[in-house]
């Protein structure tokens, strides 16, 4: 009868380390999205500074030989660093001036 009255306590036992364990990666998940955010900006301050060092060309939207020397330009400047699409992308139209900039929006 021993054996018994130990195997619910076991099985609740068991129960409990579940319940915590769900709890646990909770929080783990919170934690990776705090560090997340956090990793984001310290690579939008980076991404600002270094900006400021050297600087992408800007394009006005003037002839054909103004744009393919601009895109030549921008592709120089993405070979230096290690950008995804998205955020070549976000540069590349924070660079447009004048009538670029009419253009895009």
């Known amino acids: ?25 909770e929080e783990e998940g919170h934690l990776d999205n705090a560090f997340d955010q956090k990793r984001n900006k310290r690579q939008k301050k980076k991404l600002q500074g270094e900006l ?7 394009f006005e939207g003037e002839s054909e030989e103004v744009v393919e020397a601009w895109m030549i330009d921008m592709g120089k400047y993405f070979q230096i ?3 995804t699409k998205k955020l070549k992308a976000r540069i590349a139209i924070y660079e447009l001036r004048g009538k670029a900039t009419l253009w895009w929006e």
């Open 1 to 25: 009868m021993e054996n018994r009255e130990k195997t619910p306590t076991a099985k609740n036992g068991d129960d409990n380390a579940e319940s915590t364990k769900g709890h646990n990666e």
């Open 52 to 58: 400021k060092k050297i600087k992408p060309s800007m």
């Open 81 to 83: 660093y290690e950008y």
